[in-house]
């Protein structure tokens, strides 16, 4: 898809004489040099690993009650210890899927030495203890091995830790280990950031937006859901600002933070819609804020963010056609809400409009 986008600017750029057909042709040619995002022997390499991952921790908990006890410790350390020099040679040659296939076991299996000391010893500590364990050495050799599969790994830990915490708390706010959730999240975007594996990070924002969603669940008050759609709209107006700093860390992070702030904005006034279902005027006020909300995501971000223009393409029709079916109870109110709300997304667009004029025309004379 981005070839082909790619291969028509370059066509476009010929043909208006900004750039040399020499030129193109080399730009492209680099553009194919490069590794492709997707391969099957990546993909089954993966796949295998996960495999035998867990093939190692059904052997765990299988508990080999007919071997002895030091030879089933010795037996999980040697593999820990083989793999991981396995994976050191592997990347001293240069075989970076390989030795990411031998982590991701090796990464596993201290989940299963964990599982299986305490198992024989009957240690004390919970399931709980296990997971940030487990999460915790698996931070430590994404970070050694500067592994993407490995932050893979921790990010599914983090996931299963906290679905452990709602398991084992009925869900409940107990004591300091619900905060656990945003940390290993904030974490697991540090190793992103420092091992390059771009799409982990959504694991780290959709555990956030989890937990926001449990969050939720606990209080179901209109204030929360309140804090959810301001707090989301103020997290995408702070990643639009052109701040240097700010900016950079936009940029450098893709299309995810944007996108995950306008989600809970978007699940917050869903929420409130909920709440406020039989309040016909305050939903009605609610329904032109989430309009406007949906037009501010587009015009901070609708130019470059697909994602964030979608859904608020989906949460502006999905609005309209609540209020027409839901607030409004004759054809005539109907199509007044759609003229007004037509005519304030004409206001919109032209104010959009104006200020893109004057941005490019003040780029423009700054680089002359």
């Known amino acids: 898809m981005y070839r082909g986008r790619l291969e028509r600017d370059l066509s476009l750029w010929v043909g208006k004489g900004l750039l040399g057909e020499d030129t193109a042709g080399a730009l492209l040619a680099e553009y194919d040099s490069r590794p492709a995002s997707f391969s099957l022997g990546r993909v089954l390499v993966a796949l295998a690993a996960v495999l035998l991952a867990a093939a190692i921790l059904l052997v765990v908990a299988s508990n080999w009650e007919a071997i002895p006890r030091l030879v089933r410790v010795g037996a999980i350390l040697l593999l820990i210890w083989a793999v991981h020099i396995g994976a050191a040679l592997m990347l001293a040659r240069g075989a970076v899927v ?78 300091l280990d619900p905060w656990m959730a945003p940390v290993m999240a904030a974490i697991v975007i540090a190793l992103v950031r420092y091992t390059g594996a771009e799409r982990a990070r959504h694991l780290a924002y959709l555990l956030l937006v989890g937990w926001l969603a449990w969050l939720y669940t606990l209080y179901e008050e209109s204030a929360v859901a309140l804090a959810f759609a301001v707090g989301g709209m103020a997290a995408l107006v702070l990643s639009a600002l052109p701040v240097p700093r700010i900016a950079f860390l936009v940029r450098s992070a893709g299309a995810a933070p944007a996108f995950y702030s306008f989600l809970v904005a978007a699940i917050g006034f869903l929420l409130l819609h909920i709440k406020i279902e039989d309040e016909w005027r ?26 964030v223009r979608y859904l608020a393409y989906a949460t502006f029709a999905a609005e309209m056609l609540y209020l027409a079916s839901v607030t409004v109870g004759s054809i005539l109110g109907t199509s007044g809400l759609f003229l007004f709300s037509g005519l304030g997304v004409a206001l919109v667009a032209w104010i959009v409009i104006r200020l893109e004029r004057r941005f490019s025309a003040g780029a423009r004379e700054g680089r002359a």
């Open 98 to 175: 390989a030795a990411s296939g031998l982590l991701v076991i090796g990464a596993v299996s201290f989940g299963g030495a964990i599982s299986l000391v305490g198992q024989m010893y009957h240690l004390s500590g919970d399931e709980q203890t296990v997971m940030y364990l487990w999460f915790a050495i698996a931070t430590i050799s994404a970070i050694l091995f500067r592994s993407g599969a490995v932050v893979v790994v921790a990010g599914f830990l983090s996931w299963a830790s906290f679905a452990v915490y709602l398991q084992n708390n009925d869900t409940h706010w107990i004591a």
């Open 282 to 307: 305050q939903l009605a006020v609610l329904g032109v804020v989430t309009l406007a909300a949906s037009v501010l995501a587009i015009a901070l971000h609708g130019r470059d963010n697909g994602a």
